[in-house]
């Protein structure tokens, strides 16, 4: 039977929560007894595979039961990132203290890992985002991020954009350098993935969005700006906006001047409402209302206008008769009185 199953049965977890020295001591063997289970499997093996058992159930055991941080528990835990960092880092964020030193020294650790294995970037960067850096930490972090978005897999796009967007709630940046910093780099860094990924890219921005309004309008108002070239990720948050009420009048300030300065051509509208059109399908009504601003700004005969009218009407059958009565009743408001 492997060391940490037989401490797991024999009730380790009970005794570590139950606190005082005695805690300490078996969340130490606890990890310890993982790091024999792992090894006995070959460290080189564990650490390019990232599949200890043991050591996420070691690990998931403390972060669950530990009742409070101890820096003896931080070092044995750190030698056990150091060996297994796929399986350890995303639970350390939950076993530290957060103490500034305590931090300073995972950090260390996590550069020292991730200096021997770029592959790592992903969890590394999920568990520092969940940290509380400092300032300094905080620069150095954002180039890794920034790094790790034009480096990682398509498929890890998502973890990394996620790990972006948390360290946007870190304190000690301004709420508009931090909103305006992550919606730069996500933009810029995810305008041409596939739409299997874009979709979760997509659901996990669109998330944070609904929830930081700051976060929402920087997005908006960097794709409202003359001169800057429209993403998929700027129509699907134009869309979401104006099917909620908090943001509905910046998405369409945003939008108009996207449509006025011909910042999106009719073809690329197309394109993108067709490509992507399980993540739009979320928010029909979002599209109706674009297109109810392209007929109240009488831009429906304009190429853009029509390709995103055309474009909503042959993909989502589900909002064709609305489209017809909205152009309907704008044809008729535009009319001159007799």
Excluded at 235 to 251: E, K, T
Aim: aromatic share 6%; proline share 5%.
């Amino acid at each position: 039977m492997r060391e940490v199953e037989r401490l797991v049965r024999e009730g380790i977890g009970v005794r570590i929560r139950d606190g005082g020295d005695e805690s300490v001591e078996c969340a130490v063997r606890l990890l310890r007894g993982a790091v024999e289970d792992a090894s006995s499997c070959g460290i080189g093996e564990e650490l390019s595979e990232g599949q200890s058992d043991s050591v996420r159930t070691a690990c998931r055991a403390l972060a669950e039961n530990l009742p409070r941080p101890h820096e003896k528990v931080t070092a044995a835990l750190l030698e056990v990132v150091s060996l297994f960092p796929y399986d350890a880092a995303p639970y350390v964020a939950d076993i530290i203290s957060g103490d500034p030193g305590e931090v300073a020294t995972v950090v260390e650790v996590y550069r020292e890992v991730l200096s021997a294995d770029r592959n790592l970037l992903v969890p590394i960067t999920a568990s520092l985002s969940d940290l509380p850096l400092t300032p300094n930490q905080s620069r150095e972090f954002r180039a890794t991020l920034s790094y790790a978005l034009t480096a990682v897999d398509e498929d890890d796009m998502p973890s990394i954009v996620r790990s972006v967007l948390r360290h946007g709630t870190q304190e000690g940046i301004s709420v508009t350098d931090r909103a305006q910093w992550v919606a730069r780099q996500i933009r810029r860094h995810t305008r041409d993935v596939g739409p299997g990924v874009f979709a979760l890219i997509a659901q996990v921005v669109c998330d944070h969005c609904r929830v930081n309004p700051a976060l929402a309008r920087a997005f908006l108002k960097i794709s409202g700006q003359p001169g800057v070239a429209v993403s998929p990720l700027d129509m699907v948050l134009w869309v979401m906006s104006l099917q909620g009420h908090r943001d509905r009048q910046v998405a369409v300030k945003s939008v108009l001047m996207a449509l006025r300065t011909n910042a999106i051509s009719p073809e690329y509208a197309q394109q993108v409402i067709e490509q992507f059109k399980v993540t739009f399908e979320i928010y029909l009504e979002g599209l109706r209302r674009f297109a109810q601003i392209v007929f109240d700004e009488g831009l429906e005969s304009s190429d853009v206008g029509f390709a995103w009218v055309l474009a909503s009407w042959k993909t989502y059958p589900q909002i064709r008769n609305a489209l017809v009565a909205d152009l309907a009743w704008s044809t008729v408001r535009r009319q001159p009185n007799p």
